[in-house]
């Protein structure tokens, strides 16, 4: 614990302080126990000093982004898979 000359100190936050939108991985560090506020869902939270997103927005913003990956890929097999099969068709057609 810091002790400055002006007479507080700064800690750990207590736990029944801790919420879901806090950066708990960030209390040990110098900077870490500051209170910010989400630039999505507009909730305060504990964490760095320069964060903008609160661990709920960022955590399920990474599972949205990676839905949305995986659904392109898919489309992009389906487009591939019915070019070639037009593209078979085609070349059965033209070969008789």
């Known amino acids: 614990m810091f ?3 002006g007479g507080f100190s700064f800690s750990e936050p207590a736990e029944e302080q801790i919420t879901v939108h ?3 991985e960030d209390f040990a560090d110098d900077n870490g126990n ?3 506020h989400c630039c999505y869902c507009h909730e305060d939270f504990l ?3 320069r964060r903008v997103v609160c661990s709920v927005c960022h955590y399920g913003r990474q599972r949205g982004v990676q839905r ?4 392109r890929a898919l489309v992009w097999l389906g487009i591939i898979a019915v070019l070639s099969l037009g593209f078979c068709a ?3 057609v033209g070969s008789r």
């Open 68 to 71: 949305s990956r995986i659904l």
């Open 3 to 5: 002790e400055p000359e």
């Open 47 to 49: 964490g760095h000093k």
């Open 22 to 24: 806090d950066w708990a």
């Open 34 to 36: 500051y209170w910010n």
């Open 90 to 92: 085609v070349a059965v």
